[in-house]
């Protein structure tokens, strides 16, 4: 994996542009109602998901696979950002609570064992009262299907991803017991779930 994404931070630099994506504006609203102050983003990539959390005056922890990407968003940035090189599987990288956690995209490249420690590491890193909030791709996506099949829903495509595919069923599956309390549909590039969890204690 990490070879893959050091590839593609090379070849492709700021490959999805600077702008958040629309599921991040949406996250924003949620955490600025709720007076999030510290934000983890397992898998922040370069940045552009971050910085409009930090406009809203909220301090951002990131983790990230990729040393170029890390390199690419100090240098839009800037280098006040704490961001630990290293794969979301081998969290927890800190003993910090967090307000929000907010992880856009990644969870469908794991395995399902990976994906499950995925979302208990990040569930145990909230504070009381504390919001998740995941976005994934749908089974919906014309990609769907596509690809070498590796198991249920899970396929191999674009010269070595693996993408898992979510649907109602395996969300409430996977999350229903770190909280759950909403999912919600938006349009990326691809049709995509909001999947918003709390930890009320």
Known sequence: MTEFWEKAFKDKQEMWGLCPAKSTVLVKDLFV??????ILIPGIGYGRNA???????????????SQTAIDLGQKHFGNDLTIYHGSVTEMPFDNNLYDGIYCYGLIYLLSKNERVKLIQDCYNQLTENGL????VITKEAKTYGQGTYISKDRFEMFGGVKIFFYDRETIEEEFGNAGLFEIIEVEEDYPFNLIKCGKRV
């Open 33 to 38: 109602e709720n007076e999030v102050k510290t």
């Open 51 to 65: 910085q409009i959390f930090r406009d809203n005056g909220m301090t951002v922890t990131g983790i990230e696979i």
């Open 132 to 135: 998740m909030v995941f976005a």
